[in-house]
């Protein structure tokens, strides 16, 4: 007989997409990556490719029972890409759909902050918050029997439609009179940090604006965000060069390169150096302020100020640098969530793909319900 699986792709617009597949018990078998330079430019040869890649990498005498699929970008509630991070030639394609085709089986999509969400929660079997830290801020809300709160589906545009706990980084503003305080209890300079921003050539001119174009705030994730944090200590450092006799000197080509500079940051605060301390310091106090906006916007839809909160993503591996400040200040707000690294990582498994299994799963028995 053949073995059974649910296949779980997590749809990236980094290294590309990653290829899972995970046994009806919720064990990953095998793994592989469709490189991003293998997404073609027409949808249709891109859903094809991918097909191919998952049918060749099915383990030996395997059957897929059905498909889950993670993906970057905000998605139509049919599973159409609808804003779809770094390849906005996809959006307005349905890869659920493509994927019910190809393979004539059931598949169910969601984005990935979502889908990260719901990997805890097939561990966990709880009420929880979970927040993913990369490019920007990414959040989820998930019930206690497994739902995703006010999930962004049918985006309108409008900034004001987005729920704070599902697109906290891009929904949530940052006063500026705020951070400008802030800022002095570190001895830093807000203005300089809008400088960085405004000489960024690869920022917008819009980054300098909160949500709805407020010129009076910033969007979160402009701090909150693995870019964020780099920016944060470019901004603390100025011209201080106090840090670089801690670096070797490929650390030093790399500390301004926001991709990979949050693990030269952490360094740097483990010895205890001043600039790294007050950033994540200072990261930390402006995490508790945002997550202050989320519960103060959310309490009239039952959220609830004592829900544990799971970090995803690579910057929250900086969790005990930037954690301790958020905690302090959260307690004083009377907010009582704590802040908890991925039960994922601690399983050194892809939370994505991981979610992606429980959409499978649920498309499955859907299909066999029916």
């Not at 059905?66 to 049919?78: F, K, M, R, T, Y």
């Not at 640098?321 to 907010?335: A, D, E, H, N, T």
Request: overall charge negative; glycine content about 10%.
């Amino acid at each position: 007989m053949a073995d059974k699986y649910f296949t779980a792709l997590d749809i990236g617009a980094g290294q590309g997409a990653k290829i899972g597949f995970f046994t009806p018990e919720g064990e990953l078998v095998s793994e592989t990556l469709l490189g991003i330079e293998e997404y073609r430019l027409d949808f249709e040869d891109f859903a094809s490719v991918l097909a191919s890649r998952i049918r060749e990498s099915l383990p030996a005498h395997g059957k897929i029972l059905s498909i889950g699929i993670a993906s970057a970008g905000i998605l139509n509630s049919d599973g159409g890409f609808q804003l779809f991070a770094n390849c906005a030639r996809y959006n307005g394609f349905n890869l659920r759909k493509a994927m019910e085709e190809a393979f004539d089986l059931p598949a169910a999509i969601d984005n990935d902050a979502n889908t990260g969400a719901l990997a805890e929660w097939s561990i966990l079997r709880m009420e929880l918050l979970y927040w993913v830290f990369g490019g920007g801020w990414g959040g989820a809300w998930i019930s206690e029997d497994g739902k995703v709160m006010h999930p962004a589906h049918d985006w309108d545009g409008r900034d004001g439609s987005l729920h704070y706990t599902n697109e906290p980084g891009y929904a949530i503003p940052l006063s500026k009179h705020r951070l400008r305080l802030l800022f002095l209890e570190v001895g830093a300079s807000f203005e300089l940090f809008e400088q960085y921003l405004a000489d960024d050539p690869d920022l917008s001119e819009s980054v300098l604006l909160g949500p709805g174009g407020d010129s009076d705030s910033l969007r979160a994730e402009v701090i909150l965000s693995g870019p964020g944090r780099c920016r944060l200590f470019r901004a603390i450092v100025g011209d201080d060069t106090f840090y670089e006799r801690f670096l070797d000197i490929h650390e030093l080509k790399q500390i301004n390169d926001p991709s990979i500079a949050g693990q030269h940051i952490s360094k740097l605060s483990n010895m205890r150096v001043e600039s790294a301390i007050n950033t994540d310091r200072l990261y930390g106090k402006i995490l508790a302020e945002a997550a202050r906006c989320m519960f103060k916007s959310a309490v009239g839809d039952g959220l609830r100020s004592d829900l544990p909160v799971f970090l995803g993503g690579k910057p929250s591996y900086a969790l005990p640098y930037f954690g301790p400040s958020c905690q302090r200040v959260l307690g004083k707000m009377g907010i009582m969530s704590y802040l908890r690294p991925s039960i994922l990582d601690d399983k050194n498994l892809n939370a994505n793909l991981v979610g992606a299994s429980v959409l499978a799963r649920r498309a499955y028995n859907t299909r066999s319900n029916n």
